[in-house]
């Protein structure tokens, strides 16, 4: 199948055509990739520098575009931390929150994946996390930073 543009005297059918739409089309793949790593160098500069980077906002904060503040789940984040270090398993945690009616951000049944993911994330110790590097964040804590290194230490007995 050719595609003839009579204006422009392009036809792909030829072989010049063919090698004019090649160039097209490598042209836009550089553009796409050029803008995606300018994306991603962004994204990076930002968590760096300790803000935030467009990720999701983390359950327990809220965000109005310029600030993090912490919304009613802060205390249910909280209890998880507290409820870890003091002994209770993962999956326990994960079984009373459900038995507290307590919701989660998509008002879905706590799993214990859900429950670790929150354990995992220094966000809620005031850390931002990005590309294997932690930095200190802009935005308040939910949990001191030697609990959250607690709860890291713990994790990975």
């Known amino acids: 199948?050719?595609?003839?543009?009579?204006?422009?005297?392009?036809?792909?059918?030829?072989?010049?055509?063919?090698?004019a739409l090649t160039i097209f089309a490598a042209l836009a793949e550089l553009e796409?990739?050029?803008?995606?790593?300018?994306t991603m160098t962004g994204r990076v500069e930002k968590a760096r520098q300790g803000g935030f980077n467009g990720a999701p906002v983390p359950f327990g904060y809220g965000y109005d575009g310029k600030a993090f503040t912490v919304n009613a789940h802060g205390a249910t984040v909280t209890r998880i931390?507290?409820?870890?270090?003091?002994?209770?398993?993962?999956?326990?945690?994960?079984?009373?929150?459900?038995?507290?009616?307590?919701?989660?951000a998509t008002r879905a049944r706590w799993h214990a994946s859900t429950v670790?993911?929150?354990?995992?994330?220094?966000?809620?110790?005031g850390l931002v996390q990005y590309d294997g590097q932690e930095v200190a964040g802009d935005?308040?804590?939910l949990v001191a930073r030697?609990?959250?290194?607690?709860?890291?230490a713990k994790l990975h007995r």
């Open 81 to 104: 931390f507290a409820d870890y270090l003091a002994g209770n398993a993962i999956n326990k945690i994960a079984d009373a929150l459900n038995a507290d009616g307590i919701p989660t």
């Open 139 to 141: 935005h308040a804590a």
């Open 32 to 38: 796409a990739e050029t803008i995606n790593e300018r």
């Open 116 to 125: 670790s993911y929150i354990l995992h994330n220094g966000f809620y110790a």
């Open 146 to 152: 030697a609990d959250y290194e607690a709860v890291q």
């Open 1 to 19: 199948m050719a595609i003839v543009l009579l204006k422009q005297n392009f036809d792909t059918g030829t072989p010049q055509g063919r090698f």
